[in-house]
């Protein structure tokens, strides 16, 4: 009891020479003036992009975006995929981006840009057909699985992105650069390459539902393009695409 006593008797003594010290501390040591800069959350902004599909093609989008500090939402239906973007610190809505309700609890109203990029084809055509629906005025940008599923996708007011394309470029280039192909004319035939390619897609698209006219398109280009790269003094060579027309692909020669 008397230890207590001296206890309880002591307590205030000690609480006013604890505050004094704090504050004789505070005053030799102020706190730093907080920075006269706020960068933005980008979260808590409306977003500027809305990306439907975040799996392979989709997560390389968000980080630039993020990176770049652009505020974006995404739109994933599958539930591993919505745990990595959260952990992050990603935005995200779980479901299916073909779901009006979805857009618009997304703020989809606010986007300047849509990027669909679901690994099922169908899915983005149904996402493409939804957002062109709602916001008609908007630009999307889709991942396409090969050159008829671009097509499609184009009739809906779409740019294809083919999701093969430019990683067999990167190859073809490589590839040219292996065999002794000087860095400057690897680039440039396969520069030449993809607007050749570019090209033709837009032209066949013109006549897509038939199929003759197609493969007559693609034996043509092909002939295009080996006078274009035999017109050139040095080796000549390039990447093959998905397809010039089904099972007929349009391919630069080699030599």
């Given at each position: 009891m008397a230890?207590v006593?001296v206890?309880m008797a002591l307590m205030?003594l000690?609480l006013?020479a604890?505050?004094g010290?704090?504050?004789r501390?505070?005053?030799?040591h102020?706190?730093a003036?907080p920075?006269?800069?706020?960068?933005p959350?980008?979260?808590?902004?409306?977003p500027?992009?809305?990306?439907a599909g975040?799996?392979r093609?989709?997560q390389?989008?968000?980080?630039l975006?993020?990176?770049?500090?652009i505020p974006?939402?995404?739109?994933?239906?599958?539930?591993?995929?919505v745990?990595?973007?959260?952990?992050?610190g990603?935005?995200?809505f779980?479901?299916?981006?073909t779901?009006?309700?979805l857009?618009r609890a997304a703020?989809?109203?606010?986007?300047?840009?849509?990027?669909?990029?679901?690994?099922?084809?169908?899915?983005?055509?149904?996402?493409v057909r939804?957002?062109?629906r709602?916001y008609?005025?908007a630009?999307?940008?889709?991942?396409?699985?090969?050159r008829?599923h671009a097509?499609?996708?184009m009739?809906l007011?779409?740019?294809?992105?083919?999701?093969?394309l430019?990683?067999?470029?990167?190859?073809g280039?490589?590839l040219l650069l292996?065999?002794?192909?000087p860095?400057?004319v690897?680039a440039?035939?396969v520069?030449?390459?993809?607007e050749?390619?570019?090209?033709?897609?837009?032209e066949?698209?013109?006549v897509?539902?038939?199929?003759?006219a197609v493969?007559?398109?693609?034996?043509?280009a092909?002939?295009d393009?080996?006078?274009?790269?035999?017109?050139?003094?040095?080796?000549s060579?390039g990447a093959?695409d998905?397809?010039g027309?089904?099972?007929?692909p349009?391919?630069p020669?080699s030599g």
């Amino acid at each position: 009891m008397a230890i207590v006593g001296v206890s309880m008797a002591l307590m205030p003594l000690l609480l006013l020479a604890l505050d004094g010290r704090l504050r004789r501390h505070d005053a030799r040591h102020p706190p730093a003036e907080p920075a006269r800069y706020d960068v933005p959350d980008a979260a808590s902004q409306p977003p500027q992009v809305v990306i439907a599909g975040v799996g392979r093609f989709g997560q390389i989008v968000v980080r630039l975006l993020a990176a770049q500090r652009i505020p974006y939402v995404a739109l994933e239906s599958s539930v591993e995929q919505v745990e990595d973007v959260r952990r992050s610190g990603g935005r995200i809505f779980y479901g299916d981006p073909t779901r009006p309700d979805l857009l618009r609890a997304a703020g989809a109203q606010h986007a300047r840009l849509f990027v669909v990029c679901t690994d099922d084809p169908d899915s983005n055509l149904r996402a493409v057909r939804l957002i062109r629906r709602l916001y008609p005025q908007a630009k999307i940008m889709a991942r396409a699985r090969n050159r008829q599923h671009a097509w499609r996708l184009m009739d809906l007011g779409a740019e294809p992105f083919r999701e093969l394309l430019g990683t067999s470029l990167e190859v073809g280039e490589r590839l040219l650069l292996e065999l002794g192909v000087p860095p400057a004319v690897a680039a440039d035939h396969v520069r030449r390459f993809r607007e050749h390619d570019e090209a033709l897609l837009r032209e066949q698209y013109l006549v897509y539902d038939d199929d003759a006219a197609v493969v007559q398109s693609a034996r043509e280009a092909r002939a295009d393009l080996q006078r274009l790269f035999e017109a050139d003094s040095g080796p000549s060579t390039g990447a093959a695409d998905d397809a010039g027309a089904g099972s007929d692909p349009a391919r630069p020669p080699s030599g």
